[in-house]
């Protein structure tokens, strides 16, 4: 599985936001994907995460009602919809495929995972 993770760019404090996670590979539909950040000095965190087939979503608490996952199979492509962008949501954003078993917010449980895209939030 390769996953491509685009979209960053430099925003203002309020805006939105879209990223893109584009897959290769395995066939899309058979592995769930979940999204997580790293600030600069911070850990890696989980934001959200979506079944294969895109009919659950589950989010961390601080991003519920600010960000919203989907998924389109047929174009083999998952997205991170972020509204009301903050200075600190400022960090490289990445995809990753899941497969295996394990917790979905945990990035252990993730097998592959794309090279990142910057966001910066200006205040």
């Known amino acids: 599985v390769q996953l491509q993770a685009s979209g960053g760019g430099l925003v203002q404090t309020g805006t939105s936001l879209r990223l893109s996670c584009a897959a290769s590979?395995?066939?899309?539909?058979?592995?769930?994907i979940g999204w997580f950040r790293q600030a600069p000095g911070k850990e890696r965190e989980f934001l959200g995460h979506?079944?294969?087939?895109?009919?659950?979503?589950n989010y961390a608490d601080f991003v519920r009602g600010r960000f919203t996952i989907s998924r389109d199979n047929a174009k083999n492509t998952a997205y991170l919809q972020m509204n009301n962008l903050k200075p600190e949501d400022t960090a490289v954003y990445y995809c990753?495929?899941?497969?295996?078993?394990?917790?979905?917010?945990?990035?252990?449980?993730?097998?592959?995972w794309g090279q990142g895209t910057l966001v910066t939030v200006s205040s």
């Open positions: 990753a495929s899941r497969m295996a078993s394990g917790y979905y917010y945990s990035p252990t449980s993730y097998n592959y």
């Open positions: 590979g395995r066939p899309f539909d058979t592995y769930a």
């Open positions: 979506i079944t294969w087939g895109g009919g659950r979503t």
